[in-house]
């Protein structure tokens, strides 16, 4: 199954290049009892059977009933079933079963229901629930095998941030004899008999049979009707002198994901804080990094309770930008990409270049088998 293809897996030779995350948080609003209290709570997502008995995020019974639930998925596996095959586990039909319909069977409780579907499967919305189950279960399975990878947490991050990927990317491409014109915006894309063929960018010329941009580069051109706006993006870079309070006293990194349902939103809110571990700010200092999909017309107020959980903020930089869809079928040959959305996780980066490398070769990305070495 394509899906097996772990997009969170990295060779050997780019994991060196990273560090791990101390973890992934998520807010749940508990009820207070005789022996706990109530109001908003950060809690460690488990990732398996084991970890779910071991949670503060449930009840007893709760405990056992999601310990359940991850030993159903855990017996998940895409190499047993041929292509075409009904996909079938314990007597479910995962590909017409709606994934609602496993919650009922493993009575899971609404805050269950929220880590599961949006810190374990990583959607950032509810709209996972009428869905075929398939969908669900192969995001987590993708999380369970991802854990125990380069570490505890399921997640890393590269040393210097994120300029790292880009960077090791040009390296390679150097390589094979990719050549790069840096910092340079183009004028006109080049057609011929109705393909593309080029770009221009003032008297220079760029000759190529396939052009892959994001959406600056179309909407630049005049061609507008290639991408189509879905909404804005606000993202708050926030400098502290602190880590943050609310989670693990050691952690040097974390994730921490606010479901829609838990802040009364229509989608999440992210917020990513990491430091001097990564190179990326001085002793002393964390940068952390808070991003949502814009819902009022008072953006900055809808980050408030997430600037709440970073605690007092030495400086903060706050940009808002319009997010784009592809809206062509490219068969002029020009692929755009979608806008980076707001999670922190970039699954769904990850989704949209997987998808793009197929529609280009008509072939399935192949992450599993790749060299251990970049020598290799």
């Keep these: ?7 969170r897996f990295l060779p050997v030779s780019w994991a060196r290049r990273c560090v791990q995350e101390t973890g992934t948080y998520v807010l749940q609003v508990k009820e207070g ?6 109001g908003p709570q950060l809690f460690k997502v488990p990732g398996n059977s084991s970890e779910a008995l071991k949670s503060d995020l449930m009840g007893l019974f709760e405990k056992r009933r999601c310990k359940n639930f991850f030993q159903f998925v855990a017996k998940y596996d895409p190499a047993a079933y ?3 095959q009904p996909r079938i586990l314990e007597g479910v039909d995962l590909d017409k079963t709606p994934f609602m319909d496993i919650i009922k069977k493993y009575e899971l ?7 599961v579907g949006h810190a374990v499967a990583l959607f950032t919305t509810d709209d996972f629930l009428p869905r075929p189950a398939i969908e669900t279960i192969e995001k987590i399975k993708l999380y369970m095998d991802s854990i125990g990878r380069y570490g505890d947490s399921p997640f890393i991050y590269p040393l210097y941030g994120l300029g790292g990927i880009p960077e090791g990317f040009s390296r390679l491409c150097a390589i094979y004899g990719g050549t790069f014109i840096l910092n ?3 004028d006109e894309v080049l057609f011929e008999n109705g393909q593309v063929c080029g770009v221009r960018s003032g008297d220079q010329v760029a000759k190529c049979k396939t052009l892959i941009c994001s959406p600056s580069y179309v909407l630049n051109t005049g061609h507008t009707n290639k991408v189509k706006q879905i909404g804005q993006a606000i993202r708050c870079i926030c400098i502290v002198d602190h880590k943050i309070s609310a989670v693990h006293k050691e952690a040097e990194s974390v994730q921490i994901i606010l479901p829609q349902r838990q802040t009364g939103r229509k989608s999440d809110i992210y917020i990513m804080m990491v430091s001097q571990i990564h190179q990326v700010t001085k002793q002393g200092f964390y940068l952390a990094i808070i991003s949502a999909t814009v819902e009022t017309d008072n953006p900055e107020k809808e980050l408030d309770f997430a600037l709440s959980i970073i605690g007092p903020v030495k400086e903060k930089f706050i940009k808002i930008s319009p997010m784009y869809k592809s809206n062509t079928n490219s068969s002029d040959n020009i692929f755009v990409t979608n806008s980076l959305d707001p999670t922190s996780h970039f699954e769904g980066a990850t989704e949209n270049v997987l998808s793009l490398y197929k529609q280009i070769t008509g072939n399935d990305l192949d992450l599993v088998n790749l060299p251990e070495d970049e020598n290799e």
């Design 33 to 38: 009892g005789i022996f706990s209290k109530g």
């Design 82 to 84: 041929k292509p075409g």
């Design 184 to 186: 340079q915006d183009i």
């Design 109 to 115: 409780e609404p805050n269950t229901v929220d880590f």
């Design 1 to 7: 199954s394509s899906r097996r293809r772990h997009t």
